[in-house]
């Protein structure tokens, strides 16, 4: 079946803007995680959803970055007033539940802030 | 706080040659260590899931172990196709994120 998907793959941004990514979840998954990924470094924890609501948003770094899910299934993050700092790979990944499940990563979308 | 480390944090084989990879941990509580591989561009796909000391995974040319402190994840008589980087992450306590290491870079010479 198909994986999880992510939209749009690569975006570049100037200082200041807005942008929104989205993600499309494996089909029946209920988990949602998002992950930022930087170069040399492993995927960190930004914000966990259970259904349409974000059980653990302990990772989003500050008030700028915000997430929805609002149906259940496609999540889409979005960040505010853009920095050069959050320049990354940005991954969604899902599973079948939270407490044992192996969660299954999109391919990322990349941003790029100038 | 959950510690995710990894070493080497390059390793170069020629094929042919086995090796193993480390993870060690620091959590309260593990509820699962997991391997991922990671290709350049893509997304991290998944490998394996431990669960408890003594466990033992296996697929192809990859088997996966775990001890209460670390995990080894060995790699026999290794392709070039095997050059990857390979992420280790656990889930630990009451949380469902996943926290990683900073993965090892594999290169395997023809």
């Known amino acids: 079946g198909a994986g999880v998907s992510q939209t749009p793959s690569n975006k570049v941004t100037e200082k200041g803007k807005y942008v929104e990514l989205r993600c499309d979840p494996i089909s029946g998954h209920t988990a949602l995680y998002w992950y930022r990924q930087s170069l040399g470094q492993g995927p960190e924890f930004l914000i966990y959803f259970q259904g349409t609501g974000a059980a653990d948003d302990s990772g989003l770094p500050n008030d700028r970055f915000f997430a929805v899910r609002p149906e259940g299934s496609v999540s889409t993050l979005k960040i505010q007033r853009t920095e050069r700092g959050d320049s990354a790979v940005y991954l969604c990944a899902s599973s079948l539940g939270s407490s044992r499940g192996e969660q299954f990563f999109g391919p990322g979308t990349r941003l790029t802030v100038l | 706080e959950d510690q995710v480390t990894q070493s080497p944090e390059a390793l170069r084989l020629q094929e042919g040659e086995s090796s193993s990879l480390n993870c060690s941990y620091t959590v309260s509580g593990l509820r699962g260590l997991f391997w991922y591989r990671q290709d350049p561009g893509k997304g991290p796909e998944f490998l394996f899931t431990l669960y408890s000391a003594g466990e033992e995974k296996e697929k192809e040319r990859l088997k996966a172990t775990l001890t209460k402190k670390e995990s080894f994840l060995h790699i026999t008589a290794p392709k070039p196709e095997d050059s990857a980087t390979y992420l280790c992450?656990?889930?630990?306590?009451?949380?469902?994120?996943?926290?990683f290491g900073k993965g090892i870079t594999l290169s395997v010479r023809p």
């Open positions: 992450a656990v889930r630990a306590g009451a949380n469902s994120k996943l926290t």
